[in-house]
């Protein structure tokens, strides 16, 4: 039985795609120099476990931005 190759429907197979490898270290070097200002701003009126929710919240919507980016595929021009 012979493989069958497997395609993205909508997009060009074999196309070659724009690099985006540096883009979820990216989305983490902003949350890290994010977290001071976080924590100097909304420490004193929220608390540790408050800051705390604010940066994991931070993390997730930059992971999330970073996923939607990364999804897309766009060949190269």
Not at 9 to 18: M, N, Q, R, T, Y
């Amino acid at each position: 039985m012979a493989a069958r190759r497997a395609t993205n429907h909508g997009s060009v197979p074999d196309a070659p795609v724009e690099d985006r490898s540096g883009t979820l270290g990216l989305a983490i070097l902003l949350w890290l120099c994010l977290l001071p200002f976080v924590a100097l701003v909304l420490g004193p009126i929220l608390g540790t476990r408050g800051v705390a929710g604010v940066a994991a919240g931070l993390f997730v919507v930059l992971l999330g931005i970073c996923w939607g980016v990364c999804a897309e595929r766009r060949p190269v021009s």
